[in-house]
């Protein structure tokens, strides 16, 4: 079973991305993929990993952290196993690498993705 992130780049400050978090395995596995929770960290140079941003199995819940709330929108879609982070009004301290992950240990976290935010 694995996360895979995918959708970062290169992008000037007040612009926008999209990261996918694509689920692979979790049938293959015998689980499901709408059971989980899934959350979207960052490490930024010189940080601590942090987590920005989780949605419920359901896809009815949602958390984000302050530095985040209003300017990024996390969904899911569990038809197609995948998870989303819609980031937008992007700033130059969003730059790190962003992955996904079905807890705070990093479980199933596949490569991550990296967002570079130039002001």
């Known amino acids: 079973v694995q996360l895979q992130a995918s959708g970062g780049g290169l992008v000037q400050a007040g612009g926008s991305l999209r990261l996918s978090c694509i689920a692979s395995?979790?049938?293959?596995?015998?689980?499901?993929?709408?059971?989980?929770?899934v959350g979207w960290f960052r490490q930024r140079p010189g940080k601590e990993r942090e987590a920005v941003a989780a949605v419920t199995g359901s896809g009815d819940g949602t958390y984000y952290t302050d530095s985040v709330k209003g300017r990024f929108t996390i969904s899911r879609d569990n038809a197609k196993e995948t998870v989303y982070l819609q980031m937008n009004r992007l700033k130059p301290e969003d730059t790190a690498v962003y992955y996904c992950?079905?807890?705070?240990?990093?479980?199933?976290r596949g490569r991550g993705t990296q967002v570079t935010v130039s002001s």
């Open positions: 395995g979790f049938s293959d596995s015998g689980l499901t993929f709408s059971d989980y929770a």
């Open positions: 992950a079905v807890d705070a240990r990093g479980t199933w």
